[in-house]
Each structure stands twice: as structure tokens, then as C-alpha cells.
């Protein structure tokens, strides 16, 4: 049975960094495109960036360009979001997404969902 695990978030000032990981067992990644998304107070779940399964193909959300990188260990079958520079409107819960295909984008109602890692962006 597929088990995923979102950790790495926690407390950051403005224009710190956090990296987000996503460990994934009992299941392959190798062949599945993995996202992230998040979902803060209030707002509507959305997606914040998706790496195709063989990294050909990287989709990143506007408001996290430049800012965030995404990017996958298949031998460790986890993925992972390094965020920079970071704003208080990224607060949010982050969640780890796998596609159904290995390609980008992931439809967010393809999606069975974690418990997700709280980000809080606050001096």
C-alpha cells in the first residue's frame, strides 16, 4: 500500500528558505509526474509546481518562479520543493501530489491527498 509522507515545513522569516520533502513507499515514482500544492487559510487548494517523471517537463505556478525549485530522487522515490526568498502569502499547507500519467500538469481531483506540512512565513 502506497504511503506518502510531506515534511520540511515549519516557521521562516521573510526571505528565508525551506525544502520540502515528499517520501513515497510501497509505491514507484519512477513513471508518475510529482507535484506540489498548497493550500492556504481561507483559499482554495492550488498548484504550486510539477516535475514530469523523467524531469523533462517542469511547471512552476507564476507567483513562484525564479523562487522555488522542484525536483525528484527516483532512486530514493522522493521529490522535493526547495523554496527561497520567501513571502509571507506563501503560507500555506503544501501538499505532495502524484499524477496519474508522468506528465505535467496534475489534475487536483486526480489526487489522493496526505495530511500535507504547514509552511508559515511570519517575522
Known amino acids: 500500500q502506497m504511503q506518502r509522507v510531506e515534511s520540511g515545513g515549519g516557521l521562516v522569516q521573510p526571505g528565508g528558505s525551506l525544502t520540502l520533502s515528499c517520501v513515497v513507499s510501497g509505491f514507484s515514482l519512477d513513471y508518475y509526474a510529482v507535484g506540489w500544492f498548497r493550500q492556504a487559510p481561507g483559499k482554495e487548494r492550488e498548484a504550486v509546481s510539477c516535475?514530469?517523471?523523467?524531469?523533462?517537463?517542469?511547471y512552476f505556478q507564476d507567483a513562484v518562479k525564479g523562487r522555488f525549485t522542484i525536483s525528484r530522487d527516483n532512486r530514493k522515490n522522493t521529490a522535493y520543493l526547495q523554496m527561497n526568498s520567501l513571502k509571507s502569502e506563501d503560507t500555506a499547507v503544501y501538499y505532495c501530489?502524484?499524477?496519474?500519467?508522468?506528465?505535467?500538469?496534475?489534475?487536483?481531483?486526480?489526487?489522493?491527498w496526505g495530511q500535507g506540512t504547514q509552511v508559515t512565513v511570519s517575522s
Open positions: 516535475i514530469s517523471s523523467a524531469a523533462r517537463s517542469i
Open positions: 501530489a502524484i499524477g496519474v500519467t508522468g506528465a505535467c500538469p496534475i489534475s487536483i481531483d486526480s489526487v489522493s
